[in-house]
C-alpha cells in the first residue's frame, strides 16, 4: 500500500529536455513550499544533462527524471503506471511534448505531417488515457493542455502545426464538460510566441523540406511570411515565464478554461473569428497582416 502525501501534488510533464517543459519542471520543483513532486520526462535521455545540473539541488526529491517517448503506446501506460506505483496518485498532467515547423504545404512529405501528428495530437491523447483512469477514481486531477493561438487562427505555412492544435482544441473542449463530473480541471494553454529551442528543433527538422519545388508566387509569400514569423520574436516571452503562468494555473490562481500567455498576439483575429462565425472577417485580417506586402492577385 502505497503512502500518498496529499500536501504535495505529482505532476507529469512531457517534453522537458529543453524549453517550456524544462523551465516549468525546474520552476515547481524548487518550489520554497515544496508542494509538488516532479517527474520531468523527455524522449532522449542523452538530453537530460542541464537539467540535471539546473535541478541538482533537488534531484531525487522534487525532481524525477525519466525517459518518454509520447509516441510509444507500451511508453506511455509503463511511465505512468510506475509513478503511480510510487507515489499512488498523478495530480496534474501538463501534455508539453511538441514540434512545429514552416513549410509549403504540397512540400511538406506525407510522413512529417503524420509524425506531427502523432506527436502534438496523439502524444497528447495517450498520456490524457493513461491518466484518466486513476484521476477519475480519486475523483481528483488537472490536465493541462500545450495548445496555441494557432489552434484558434490557421496560419499560411504552419496549415499541419494549426491542425494538429486545432485537434488538441476540440479534445479538451469536448472532454472538459465530463471530467468536471469528476472533479478534474482541464485548462488549455494557448501559447504566443515562446523564445524556447522548440523554434530551432523545428528549424533544423524542416531542412528536411525542399520549399524550392513550389511556384514562384507561393515561395514569394513564404518569403514575406518568415519575415513576419522572425518579427515575431519581439512579443516572444521567454520560457520561465511561461512556467510562472503555469503554476498559478496548478495553483488555481488563474481558473479559465483558455489560458492565454501573450496578450498581444492575434488576439484581435481570435476576437473577429469569435464574433463572426461565419469567419470571413478574420480570414481577411490574417490576409492583410500576412500577405500584404505581397502582389495581389484574383482567386
Not at 215 to 243: C, F, P, Y
Amino acid at each position: 500500500m502505497v503512502d500518498i502525501d496529499m500536501a504535495v501534488q505529482v505532476v507529469l510533464i512531457s517534453g522537458c529536455s529543453s524549453g517550456i517543459g524544462f523551465a516549468t519542471a525546474v520552476h515547481l520543483a524548487k518550489d520554497a513550499e515544496k508542494r509538488f513532486k516532479v517527474y520531468a520526462t523527455m524522449r532522449n535521455l542523452a538530453k537530460k544533462g542541464q537539467l540535471e545540473e539546473e535541478g541538482k539541488d533537488f534531484l531525487g526529491n522534487t525532481l524525477i527524471i525519466k525517459q518518454l517517448d509520447v509516441c510509444s503506446d507500451e511508453g506511455v501506460g509503463k511511465v505512468v503506471k510506475e509513478i503511480l506505483d510510487s507515489e499512488g496518485k498523478i495530480d496534474v498532467l501538463f501534455n508539453n511534448a511538441g514540434i512545429s515547423v514552416m513549410s509549403v504545404l504540397e512540400c511538406t512529405p506525407i510522413h512529417m505531417a503524420q509524425d506531427m501528428m502523432d506527436i502534438n495530437f496523439f502524444g497528447t491523447l495517450r498520456l490524457v488515457n493513461a491518466v484518466l483512469p486513476s484521476m477519475k477514481a480519486r475523483e481528483s486531477g488537472h490536465i493541462i493542455q500545450c495548445g496555441s493561438a494557432l489552434g484558434i487562427i490557421g496560419m499560411p505555412f504552419f496549415e499541419i502545426y494549426s491542425a494538429t492544435k486545432f485537434a488538441v482544441e476540440g479534445l479538451t473542449e469536448s472532454l472538459a464538460p465530463m471530467l468536471r463530473q469528476f472533479n478534474i480541471r482541464c485548462t488549455l494553454m494557448e501559447m504566443g510566441p515562446v523564445k524556447t529551442s522548440i523554434g530551432e528543433n523545428s528549424v533544423a527538422w524542416g531542412k528536411a523540406i525542399d520549399n524550392s519545388t513550389a511556384d514562384q508566387k507561393t515561395q514569394e509569400m513564404l518569403t514575406v511570411g518568415g519575415g513576419h514569423v522572425a518579427r515575431w520574436e519581439t512579443t516572444a516571452l521567454e520560457s520561465n515565464e511561461i512556467a510562472a503562468v503555469v503554476k498559478e494555473v496548478i495553483l488555481g490562481q488563474k481558473t479559465d478554461f483558455r489560458v492565454q500567455t501573450n496578450k498581444d498576439f492575434l488576439m484581435d483575429e481570435i476576437a473577429a473569428k469569435i464574433k463572426d462565425p461565419a469567419c470571413n472577417e478574420p480570414l481577411e485580417k490574417i490576409t492583410k497582416w500576412l500577405y500584404g506586402e505581397c502582389k495581389k492577385s484574383k482567386p
